[in-house]
């Protein structure tokens, strides 16, 4: 199968077939077996929520909504946003991971709180 609108036309199937994928990454990032934050949004820097993400937040986010609606209104490093209230590393690094696939975060390295992320690699001089 083709997305809709693609120049295959004879591989696109009928549009009722076809359903947004946010609920799905929601569910897998939330519940799924990674429980560290992705490599590709992961070191010395802030997080913070897009101002045109997640217009409607999902249903199932529960005690996560605080944090959400916190990144809404601040950049943060993952350590903080793990010592917030309801939070841990592994359900902050969840989280943010389901933000980043649904396009609803947005990355800051030069943001000030990025500096404040610290690790074993970097006090070294091995961090990225």
Sequence with gaps: M????DNMSERVANPQRYR???ALLWAVSLHGPRSVVLSEISGRV????????LRELPS???A???AVERLRQE???LRDI???PGMSLPRASRLLNALYLTGALMISRSHPSAGRERSWRNLFGRGR
């Design 2 to 5: 083709r997305p809709p609108g």
């Design 20 to 22: 947004p994928m946010e």
């Design 46 to 53: 802030a997080y913070k929520l897009v101002s045109s993400g």
């Design 60 to 62: 199932s986010l529960g």
């Design 64 to 66: 996560l909504r605080p």
């Design 75 to 77: 950049a943060a490093p």
């Design 82 to 84: 793990a010592g917030w």
